[in-house]
């Protein structure tokens, strides 16, 4: 029996680390193949929790969009949202915890998706009542239509501005009756400022 020369041991260690070196490749791989999978299959299952309905996304929006002021359901109204919706009360959790950070995110489109849900609500509003007389033509009756969504949308934006007038109407009322000078129009239109002048004795 020969001795293993130092050649021989270092030519057999190379040998051996190739093998290696392929193996560890082919694990790598495996592994990467592996990790890929279960990630799209995790996200699938996930895309599939979060496509509710349309009724139920309907309901959802139209509860958050009339809640501004507080949008956190209490626990009761979450199950009663996840009864309507057909989901469960960590799914509408999960919804409304989202739908906060897209509102905060673009505050501009949230607002025009609230002014729709709004005049979607007033116009429902006004359908409750079935057939309303026509303002133009005296004993006409009209249906609501598409018509109402923007008289809704415009009775919404004009509320502030009517309000602004009417009160700017009554303070000035109030300016005319304790200043004389604001009587000297009414003078000017007939009427006399000292009401014995109209007199004859």
Known sequence: MRPITPKEIERMVQIIHKK???IQMQLKQSTCEA??????RFLDARRKRRNFSK???EILNEYFYSHLSNPYPSEEAKEELARKCGITVSQVSNWFGNKRIRYKK???????????YAAKKAAQGIAQYGMMPSPGVPGSMVSPSGEMYSMAVSAQQQGLHHMAAVQANAFSDLASAYNPNMMVSVTGAGYPSNPDAS???
Do not use: G, H, P, Y
Request: hydrophobic fraction near 45%; glycine fraction near 0%.
């Open 20 to 22: 290696f070196s392929a």
């Open 35 to 40: 990790v890929m999978i279960l990630r799209s």
């Open 55 to 57: 009724q139920a996304t």
């Open 106 to 116: 673009n505050i501009a489109k949230a607002q025009e998706e609230a002014n729709m």
């Open 199 to 201: 007199r004859t004795d």
